[in-house]
């Protein structure tokens, strides 16, 4: 996600400060929003982690998907652990909606911007634009239909979790183009 949030700053810059880009988008800049994409990945997870991997699980040791998904896991556990469900959902509700807020902001922006260009370079711009807007789609309607939606289905959840973990690192951006 925070990486989705990153593509959309450099379309902000691409679209909004064209003749800054170069300076603005420096080689500094791209390794340090990179590098804070990878920490905040990184500290998420692990806070995570270190919360589950202190449970105490008893009996079936096996969830049914194909990933280590967090939720299903945290009912496995030999405790009652619905306040811890609610915590690491905050804590995954704050960074998505710190995401999607971003994402919401650099959008908006875009759109003013090309509102106020010219026929020609509008039309570029939202083409460019488009491109990220789907790969976000791609990415943020799936995980709503797994963690928001409240019917469990099996299949569709996993269904789901590949179509989002595998199409949206793929960067489907150029095929978009």
């Known amino acids: 996600m925070v990486l989705l949030v990153v593509m959309a ?3 902000y810059v691409a679209i909004c400060k064209p003749l800054h880009y170069s300076t603005i988008m420096s080689l500094q800049r791209c390794i340090g929003l ?3 994409s990878w920490t905040v990945g ?3 997870t692990m806070s995570q982690m270190a919360v589950i991997v202190q449970l105490p ?3 079936p040791r096996e969830i049914d998907s194909f990933f280590f998904d967090i939720p299903l896991v945290i009912k496995l556990a030999c405790m009652d652990s619905s306040d811890l ?3 690491v959902n905050a804590d995954s509700g ?3 909606v710190t995401c999607f807020i971003l994402l919401l902001i650099s959008y908006t922006y875009i759109l003013l911007t090309v509102l106020q260009s010219s ?3 509008a039309s570029k711009a ?3 634009c488009s491109a990220h807007v789907t790969v976000v789609m791609i990415f943020f309607v799936p995980c709503i239909f797994i963690y928001v939606w409240p019917l469990n289905i099996t299949w569709l959840d996993k269904f789901l979790a590949v179509f989002y973990s595998v199409f949206t690192p793929l960067s489907i951006q150029p095929f978009i183009h």
């Open 119 to 121: 026929k020609t370079g």
């Open 94 to 96: 704050v960074v998505v």
């Open 126 to 128: 939202l083409s460019t």
């Open 85 to 87: 469900g609610v915590l």
């Open 42 to 44: 990184f500290v998420h």
């Open 34 to 36: 990179v590098l804070t």
């Open 9 to 11: 700053y450099d379309c």
């Open 57 to 59: 699980f008893c009996g």
